[in-house]
């Protein structure tokens, strides 16, 4: 690796999260700073209505490692995704959620299942070995899982959290797979696993150590219908993939 590549691109959609971008920000840039290796930190706002912007844009101004885009409206969590996925220049990318629900400094064991070969490896908060720090509300403890179990049973996933923010993916990979995307909302990424089994990647569940934002913009209700129907979506793409075999 010469002096100019990059090793690793930290993706950040963002929607209305002036509360939590700043200090997740921060934590980045303290995480990459401990690292040899050469980064990016691509934030992608969502077309917020609050601070969001300015925060990203003063912090840029002391880090040139991050690069900002913009949507003029609010596009989705997928389509957002998408928009950094594909401006990504490292080797390895970390997609995670604003708030950084997942401890930054997992990102090591992730990168060690790339090397091992993997496409994707995803993080996990149901399988053994995951620690909640903190505490979750029961309400979206109980939606969460029972999500997972539609996924799961409906998709027929094996996997045990497929919609963890915070995801690690080659980025050959991770490009060839979004540039195929079609769900633009909070559904997108299990768009992206049922595209990732159909083109036969390999993938692995990893436990994490993780804590719950209960300020999440995820809204349980609205947004569980959506994804349910991203969900139905899936499975019919999934049925006329069959059908032509």
Not at 160 to 176: E, H, L, N
């Amino acid at each position: 690796m010469n002096n100019k590549s990059i090793f690793l691109s930290v993706v950040i959609p963002a929607f209305n999260e002036c509360d939590v971008i700043g200090n997740s920000l921060n934590t980045v840039i303290s995480y990459l700073n401990k690292k040899k290796y050469n980064s990016e930190i691509i934030i992608v706002d969502d077309g917020s209505a609050d601070d969001t912007a300015n925060i990203v844009k003063n912090t840029q101004k002391k880090d040139s490692r991050i690069k900002f885009f913009v949507n003029n409206t609010n596009m989705g969590k997928g389509y957002s995704s998408k928009k950094g996925i594909m401006e990504a220049n490292g080797e390895y990318i970390l997609l995670t959620d604003a708030d950084l629900p997942i401890y930054i400094e997992e990102t090591e064991n992730f990168i060690h299942y790339l090397d091992m070969g993997f496409d994707i490896v995803l993080a996990s908060r149901r399988i053994p070995g995951a620690k909640l720090i903190g505490s979750q509300p029961i309400m979206r403890a109980v939606a969460s899982f029972i999500l997972s179990k539609i996924v799961q049973l409906y998709l027929k996933f094996d996997i045990a959290d497929p919609q963890c923010g915070f995801k690690c993916y080659r980025t050959k990979s991770a490009k060839k797979l979004f540039s195929l995307q079609t769900i633009d909302g909070f559904g997108f990424d299990l768009e992206m696993l049922f595209l990732a089994k159909s083109m036969e990647y390999k993938s692995k569940e990893i436990p994490v150590k993780w804590t719950c934002n209960k300020n999440s913009k995820v809204r349980l209700f609205r947004d569980g219908f959506s994804i349910l129907g991203d969900i139905f979506k899936i499975k019919t793409s999934m049925n006329h993939q069959q059908s032509r075999q």
